[in-house]
């Protein structure tokens, strides 16, 4: 299997107790769904990392994991709402689907500098 360089990094990181490097340029892919892709490959990866565990990685999966949930949980959502008509009993269901959407963005906003950036 070949690694790309940004997976590389990443996983010298963990595995020597540093912070991780900023991913390279457009390695998170689209905003949406598509931003998580790019922590598929460490949480394969996060058996082998447990045993010699530091803090900052096992931070790192909770909080990124956790997110990636209620991602996954909007992006289910809103292909639910795409099936639905629109009228004026839905509105207040297609708000709250938006808000949550909003809410898990503004999430985002937080964790990326506090994981990337200190």
């Not at 900023?22 to 082998?48: K, M, Q, S, T, Y």
């Not at 909770?62 to 992006?75: E, P, R, S």
């Not at 963005?105 to 990326?112: G, Q, T």
């Given at each position: 299997?070949?690694?790309?360089?940004?997976?590389?990094?990443?996983?010298?990181?963990?595995?020597?107790?540093?912070?991780?490097?900023?991913?390279?340029?457009?390695?998170?892919?689209?905003?949406?769904?598509?931003?998580?892709?790019?922590?598929?490959?460490?949480?394969?990866?996060?058996?082998?990392?447990?045993?010699?565990?530091?803090?900052?990685?096992?931070?790192?999966?909770?909080?990124?994991?956790?997110?990636?949930?209620?991602?996954?949980?909007?992006?289910?959502?809103?292909?639910?709402?795409?099936?639905?008509?629109?009228?004026?009993?839905?509105?207040?269901?297609?708000?709250?689907?938006?808000?949550y959407w909003?809410?898990?963005?503004?999430?985002?906003i937080f964790?990326?500098?506090?994981?990337?950036?200190?």
């Amino acid at each position: 299997m070949v690694m790309s360089p940004d997976q590389q990094a990443f996983d010298m990181a963990v595995v020597a107790d540093q912070v991780m490097p900023l991913p390279a340029e457009g390695a998170h892919g689209g905003h949406g769904g598509a931003h998580g892709l790019n922590d598929v490959f460490p949480w394969l990866r996060l058996p082998i990392v447990i045993p010699g565990g530091s803090m900052w990685a096992s931070t790192y999966f909770l909080l990124t994991g956790f997110h990636a949930i209620h991602v996954i949980v909007g992006l289910i959502v809103f292909a639910v709402l795409l099936t639905w008509t629109l009228n004026a009993k839905r509105a207040g269901a297609i708000e709250n689907a938006g808000l949550y959407w909003h809410f898990v963005d503004l999430v985002w906003i937080f964790l990326f500098p506090l994981l990337y950036l200190f």
